[in-house]
């Protein structure tokens, strides 16, 4: 798969508005993967003399009815974030629990998942405890997977870029009830519908096994280089260290010069080939340039290890 | 001092600006307050028929250098915002650490002092350890106010709203090496450049020792109706029970009807007037109409304790 060289102003807005979109619904992984990309592109010439980059605005949906619901919203929608930035998560879902914009929807239910996942950790902590032999699980998967799949029936086909966040939703939920299928095919119709949120394709990469897995997904998947991105990726998971994969590095690399993340997969995939020498530079690097970065370094520490 | 009421729609576009402000900044506590307020206001009609509220916008400087600015650096705010609400709080710091706006060097600030303060945390929590008699303390102290007074020392008499950050942050500081009256003084800066951080007020209110203090600074504090919600939280802390009290806050409740904060304060002037009847059937209310929230039950369980 060629990398086509996508308008670096349409990639620097893409990426910008990714980061703000993921960051308003707390997916801040995704929204420091956004970030890290974005900044690791070549400084760009503003293309007209206003100040602001029309992505400076809130995002918002581009689709009507779902803007209007949003912005009669916003308010509750606020009031929920801020639970949820100080880690009241049940609190954050209760809030938005009438609401009917895909955007609060997606909030109300993965606020809920949080909470959810933090009563199982507590659980789970309790080594020794009367619960340490049954294995504790979110309690609350079903009850969300219930709401998304009435959601969905409601929306048939009538689906759009604002329920891409609730289809990755529903592919983590199906993860959890071990439906692998079904999780992965939500993983993919979410990334065609917003390809932009790095969690979902993480989520997707954790659903293939080997090379015949990503080779059967590939023409589902959307005309983006989010997609190159992935593949790359996903190549080297997979331990995949041929020459094209290196090539398809060098194409991302000629985009993003100065990514650690890229930095990173090369390191990687010389560290599979056991060429240690060309890894232990590349992470050498990798650590002079950004001191705190803690991304991988456990693989850094075996090479280190290893050439002793 | 009577209540001013202000026109609703500038009110509540204020609020839901500060919402936005402070989440930004990830100051979360006064981001959560300030979607408290807004949505404990009664629901308005819109003034015109554009379905988006022009506070919908990222909220951007007024001062066009300081917008300048602020646009340029958008990339690195972002990254380092998503460094800090992935609590990765040095990275987010060090990223940076060359910007101008004074946006940029409040989160570079912030997040160095939050870095200081989990360290100090992790420090102190070494009981019986080689540092438990030493009285650990945040680290970073000293370099943020050498860094904000230089900042001072070059803006001159050239401060504006984007500054009140620095200056609440500068209160801060000057707290931890106990020099409060400094301090006081840089909150009620704080305030009047930007009444809507609740966080300063608190800082501020922290300071005030008793009734005297509180009048002396009275005639400095702007005139905005966060003065009033202020003197109203200063005299219940210091409790003041008297009816004039009662009636400035219910002069507040017909702007705020649904505000459980303002509940909360009822129901505190009674506790503080041994008047436990009244006290528990409020906070029965507020629990019965949201079981979630958590703040001052800790009095509600001591009004139950005494009542038994």
Chains 1, 2 share one sequence.
């Not at 009815?65 to 801020?82: D, F, M, N, R, V």
């Not at 609730?166 to 939500?186: P, T, W």
């Amino acid at each position: 798969m060629a990398t086509e060289v996508p308008d670096p102003h349409q990639l620097h807005a893409a990426l910008q508005t990714a980061v703000l979109k993921c960051s308003e619904r707390c997916l801040y992984q995704a929204a420091k993967w956004a970030a890290e990309a974005l900044t690791s592109m070549p400084s760009l010439v503003p293309q007209n003399d206003t100040p602001l980059p029309q992505s400076y605005l809130h995002p918002t949906s581009s689709d009507e009815k779902e803007a209007i619901l949003q912005a009669g919203e916003l308010p509750t929608y606020l009031l929920s974030k801020s639970y949820f930035d100080v880690h009241e998560y049940d609190r954050s879902s209760a809030v938005l629990a009438n609401c009917k914009s895909s955007k609060s929807r997606f909030l109300h239910l993965y606020a809920q998942y949080i909470a959810g996942e933090k009563r199982r950790d507590e659980e789970s902590e309790m080594i020794l405890g009367p619960l340490d032999t049954a294995a504790t699980q979110n309690r609350e998967v079903q009850s969300i997977l219930s709401h998304l799949e009435a959601v969905f029936t409601e929306k048939g086909d009538d689906i759009n870029e604002d329920d891409s966040w609730l289809l990755y939703l529903y592919g983590i939920v199906l993860l959890k009830q071990k439906n692998e299928d079904e999780a992965r095919a939500s993983f993919i119709k979410s990334v065609n519908l917003y390809p932009y949120n790095w969690s979902a394709w993480l989520e997707l990469g954790s659903t293939l096994g080997n090379l015949g897995d990503l080779n059967n997904i590939l023409q589902s998947l959307p005309n983006n280089i989010m997609t190159n991105i992935f593949v790359l990726y996903s190549n080297q998971e997979l331990y995949q260290t041929s020459d094209p994969v290196h090539a398809q590095l060098a194409d991302l690399q000629t985009i993003f010069p100065t990514s650690a993340f890229l930095k990173t997969q090369r390191a990687l995939l010389y560290y599979h080939a056991r060429e240690f020498d060309e890894a232990e530079a590349i992470f050498d690097s990798i650590v002079k340039e950004d001191p705190h970065r803690l991304d991988c370094l456990d693989h850094y520490s075996n090479i280190l290890y290893v050439m002793e």
